[in-house]
Nanobody, 125 residues
C-alpha cells in the first residue's frame, strides 16, 4: 500500500512563492513518475507538472511553465513543487500522484496509480 502526504500549502499574495512537498511511504518504487495536479473550485482537476522517478526528466503544463519547478529526492521518497510568481488563478487544492507514464498523456486516468489527500494553495490579490 502506498500513502502520499502533501504539505506546504497556505495563503500567499500574488507574486509570492510557496513550496509544496509530497512524501511517499509504503511500497515505493512501483511507479515510473510522480506528478502534481490541481483542482480549483468549480473546475476539473488538471495536470500541473510531472517528473520521472529515474532520470528526473521534468514536464510542465503551459500555465505554470517558467514559474514552477518540480524536483525530487529519491532517498527521501519525496517530491517537491517550488511555485514562484504566483497568480490568483493558481488558487486550488494541489494533489500529488504516482504515475505509470514517463511523459504527459491526454488520458491521465489510465496512468494515475495513487493520489494524495491534497493541500490548499490560496493566492490573494
Amino acid at each position: 500500500q502506498v500513502r502520499l502526504v502533501e504539505t506546504g500549502g497556505g495563503l500567499v499574495q500574488a507574486g509570492g512563492s510557496l513550496k509544496l512537498f509530497c512524501e511517499a511511504s509504503g511500497r515505493t518504487s512501483e511507479w515510473n513518475s510522480m506528478g502534481w495536479f490541481r483542482q480549483a473550485p468549480g473546475k476539473e482537476r488538471e495536470y500541473v507538472a510531472m517528473i520521472t522517478w529515474i532520470g528526473g526528466i521534468q514536464w510542465y503544463s503551459n500555465p505554470v511553465k517558467g514559474r514552477f519547478t518540480i524536483s525530487k529526492n529519491n532517498a527521501k521518497n519525496t517530491m517537491y513543487l517550488q511555485m514562484d510568481s504566483l497568480k490568483v488563478e493558481d488558487t486550488a487544492v494541489y494533489y500529488c500522484a504516482t504515475l505509470k507514464t514517463h511523459r504527459p498523456v491526454v488520458r491521465w486516468s489510465d496512468s494515475i496509480m495513487h493520489w494524495g489527500h491534497g493541500t490548499q494553495v490560496t493566492v490573494s490579490s
